[in-house]
């Protein structure tokens, strides 16, 4: 399985990206699709996911501002970020698990996001 990030630059805080994660599988063979973020000498955090079902779950410093979502006749997730900050500066993992609960088994390369002030 692969899955290829893409969409990460540079922008002004307030602005907008969308991040892409396409995978080289149907993405209903996963049970769970997300994404996360790692900045420079932190560790690697939650920030949003989907389930096969379509639910979603959004860690508190990004709800109401991100936006995941899947296309599934193209195999992709995305993840709209908007009125970003500088503190969402970070490389951007997108993750997928066959099972709810289980670890995050199938991993991205990341993209990298730059929010300057």
């Known amino acids: 399985v692969q899955l290829q990030a893409s969409g990460g630059g540079l922008v002004q805080a307030g602005g907008s990206l969308e991040l892409s994660c396409a995978a080289s599988r149907n993405i209903d063979d996963f049970n769970g699709m997300g994404w996360f973020r790692q900045a420079p000498g932190k560790q690697r955090d939650l920030v949003a996911t989907i389930t096969r079902a379509g639910n979603t779950n959004y860690a508190d410093p990004v709800k109401g501002r991100f936006t995941i979502s899947r296309d599934r006749a193209k195999n992709t997730v995305y993840l709209q970020m908007d009125s970003l900050k500088p503190e969402d500066s970070a490389v951007y993992y997108c993750?997928?698990?066959?099972?709810?609960?289980?670890?995050?088994?199938?991993w991205g390369q990341g993209t990298q996001v730059t929010v300057s002030s």
């Open positions: 993750a997928a698990r066959s099972i709810l609960s289980s670890p995050w088994r199938y």
